[in-house]
């Protein structure tokens, strides 16, 4: 059913535990957009920003004096025709599961 729908770009989503309060940093609902001190290679994507989410606005998701935080990478790898696909099930074979 959904092999003919196109190939959604990827992410990744990578949480963390922080020891520091971001009690100077406005609270959001989208996240933040951040500049990094040197453009990265990150997959296909060079990135010179990164999104960031932080949730200092719920203080039962970490302990006393810590929060939470989640980094999103968006677009890891190519998205023309079928290339995401290939590129796909090559880590499949590479991590040895099944291949569609």
Not at 17 to 32: A, E, T, Y
Not at 50 to 76: F, N, T
Request: charged share 20%; hydrophobic share 35%; net charge positive.
């Amino acid at each position: 059913m959904y092999d003919k729908w196109p190939l959604f770009p990827s992410l990744i989503f990578i949480g963390l535990g922080v020891r520091r309060q971001f009690n100077d940093i406005p609270l959001s609902v989208s996240g933040f957009s951040f500049p990094i001190n040197e453009p990265v290679q990150i997959g296909n994507k060079m990135r010179d920003r990164i999104s960031v989410h932080l949730y200092h606005h719920d203080k039962s998701m970490a302990p006393e004096g810590a929060q939470h935080s989640l980094l999103c990478l968006k677009q890891i790898m190519s998205t023309g025709k079928n290339s995401g696909k290939t590129k796909w099930n090559m880590n499949r074979k590479r991590m040895k599961l099944p291949v569609r």
